[in-house]
């Protein structure tokens, strides 16, 4: 014999099915947004600090031109991030040659004071 079920016993178990999916779809839902939101930032960032790079770049190619190669410490603002370039002679170097071998270092800040790129060579001084 079958055995009927009451159709007021059958719509509460629809409700109850319908309730479960939500709730599925909805913790699916917030761990998508999570993981495009992340995905998001990190190409913002990547993107940032390729950027910087270039300004990095940059202000490099301007020390021994318009930021002069003496030992010390220059700064500037780019707009969009400041820059701080530090040069210092090279250890090891006997203080008599002809030509100085300093190092060169620039460091690229973001406006929290963040470093998005850094540079570092060394350059020959006269």
């Known amino acids: ?3 009927l079920i009451p159709t007021a016993a ?8 319908t309730l479960v999916a939500l709730a599925i779809l909805s913790v699916m ?3 998508t947004f999570e993981t495009v939101s992340r ?4 190409a ?5 600090r390729r950027l ?3 300004e990095a770049r940059s202000v490099l190619a301007q020390v021994g031109a318009t930021i002069p ?3 010390g410490v220059a700064q500037g603002d780019s707009g969009r991030w400041s820059w701080r370039v530090e040069i210092a002679p090279e250890a090891g170097q006997a203080s008599t040659q002809a030509v100085a071998l300093n190092r060169v270092s620039v460091v690229i800040l973001d406006a929290d004071s963040r470093t998005l790129a850094r540079l570092d060579t060394l ?3 006269r």
């Open 1 to 3: 014999m079958a055995r």
């Open 29 to 31: 839902l917030g761990v």
């Open 39 to 42: 995905s998001l930032r990190a």
């Open 10 to 17: 059958k719509s509460g178990f629809a409700l109850v099915e």
């Open 123 to 125: 350059r020959l001084a």
């Open 69 to 71: 190669l003496v030992a």
């Open 52 to 54: 910087a790079m270039l």
């Open 44 to 48: 913002n960032e990547a993107q940032a």
